[in-house]
């Protein structure tokens, strides 16, 4: 990714920003993902609703329950993308669902579509590499990139096979469980990230979790930067739907993690 790349070079840390797309609606969204890359944000990452999720905690839970009740579609997901291409949007847009919805729509046409949309990678929680074939040729074929996930509890071979096979970054996930703020920075993870930055070109993000400016700042200097998604969404719905605080938000964590370290 192109972004990516650039920011590397420049040696500074990379900000990746999560959205559930369709809360608190599919217009608010749009003008968020605008906002975050005027304010810096490297990376979006865009979840689509899914009602049964593997590693999602009850704040993108609850942002997923809304925007299901608003019959959000994948088609909406490609038009959203398509639109904010068309409006110059250059950060990177990454695709974050589980396999079901994928399944359902059908792996090759799923990538060609995605990916002529706009998109720029995918994130399955619930694939493992290697599972899906299918999928995997036709990403590799559309230059669509996948990123997989890895742990404190990951075996280190296993951890290794990860990050090579991910594309663009590696998401190192902080704690054990799911998705969500948390105060505390687990003491185990500096030797983790260590291990996987010796092991690994592509760069590491650390995700789940980060929910201030201050710990965003401490795993930017472990890592090559941190991924911020459940204390985004909780900055929305303690607004009642209103999205200027989750902006200004944002703004603090990308400021925080572009300090130089």
């Given at each position: ?185 687990p003491a185990?993870i500096r ?43 909780d900055r ?26």
């Amino acid at each position: 990714m192109t972004r990516i790349r650039e920011v590397r070079l420049k040696r500074q840390k990379l900000f990746c920003a999560f959205l559930t797309l369709g809360y608190p609606s599919i217009s608010a969204v749009k003008g968020m993902i605008l906002e975050f890359e005027k304010l810096g944000v490297d990376i979006l990452e865009l979840g689509f609703p899914y009602s049964d999720p593997l590693a999602d905690g009850p704040t993108i839970q609850f942002s997923s329950e809304a925007a299901l009740r608003r019959k959000v579609t994948l088609e909406d997901a490609f038009r959203t993308v398509e639109m904010l291409r068309r409006m110059g949007l250059r950060m990177p847009v990454i695709f974050f669902s589980y396999l079901n919805p994928i399944y359902h729509y059908g792996m090759k046409a799923f990538v060609k579509r995605a990916k002529r949309a706009g998109f720029d990678g995918l994130i399955i929680p619930d694939l493992l590499p290697g599972s899906e074939p299918v999928l995997e040729a036709a990403c590799r074929e559309s230059g669509l990139c996948r990123t997989f996930l890895a742990a404190p509890t990951t075996p280190k071979a296993r951890a290794v096979q990860l990050a090579r096979k991910s594309k663009g970054f590696v998401y190192f996930v902080s704690t054990r469980g799911v998705t969500g703020a948390r105060k505390a920075v687990p003491a185990d993870i500096r030797a983790s990230i260590r291990a996987m930055n010796r092991a690994c070109p592509t760069p590491v993000l650390i995700g789940f979790g980060v929910s201030s400016p201050e710990q965003a700042k401490i795993f930017a200097a472990m890592s090559q930067g941190v991924i911020v998604g459940s204390a985004i969404i909780d900055r929305i719905r303690k607004a009642g739907g209103r999205t200027a605080s989750a902006v200004r938000f944002v703004d603090e964590m990308v400021r925080a993690v572009k300090e130089k370290q």
